[in-house]
């Protein structure tokens, strides 16, 4: 099993940058593609961006693409999300998933993933 951590969230005003940061732990991160979820209050957990386990295909959702970026470095068993240009609806909890690589690329579901962190609090003030 994989064990996940995020960090890097915090309080930024609108406009500013912010990039969080997933480690893994507990299995070899060169297996599982991964993703950013988010979930703000009172709404239900939305797919931000994943990555494929070699870092080859990359997909976002269309509220986050040009603003947002998502990266890994496998020597460093840690995966990315830059996000620039944040608005206050990107608010919210912020999680990685993970799950063991297929060949048909990202997904976008929650479901998909049987790996998740604790989540890391994003706000962005306007």
């Known amino acids: 099993q994989v064990q996940l951590v995020e960090s890097g969230g915090g309080l930024v005003q609108a406009g500013g940058s912010l990039r969080l940061s997933c480690a893994a732990s507990?299995?070899?991160?060169?297996?599982?593609?991964m993703g950013w979820f988010r979930q703000a209050p009172g709404k239900e957990r939305e797919f931000v961006a994943a990555?494929?386990?070699?870092?080859?295909?990359?997909n976002y959702a269309d509220s986050v693409k040009g603003r947002f970026t998502i990266s890994r470095d496998n020597a460093k068993n840690t995966m990315y999300l830059q996000m620039n240009k944040l608005k206050s609806e990107d608010t919210g909890v912020y999680y990685c998933?993970?799950?063991?690589?297929?060949?048909?690329?990202?997904?976008?579901?929650?479901?998909?993933?049987?790996?998740w962190g604790q989540g890391t609090q994003v706000t962005v003030s306007s």
């Open positions: 507990g299995r070899t991160f060169s297996n599982y593609d």
């Open positions: 990555i494929t386990w070699s870092g080859g295909n990359t």
């Open positions: 998933a993970a799950r063991f690589r297929y060949s048909v690329g990202t997904s976008a579901y929650t479901n998909d993933y049987p790996y």
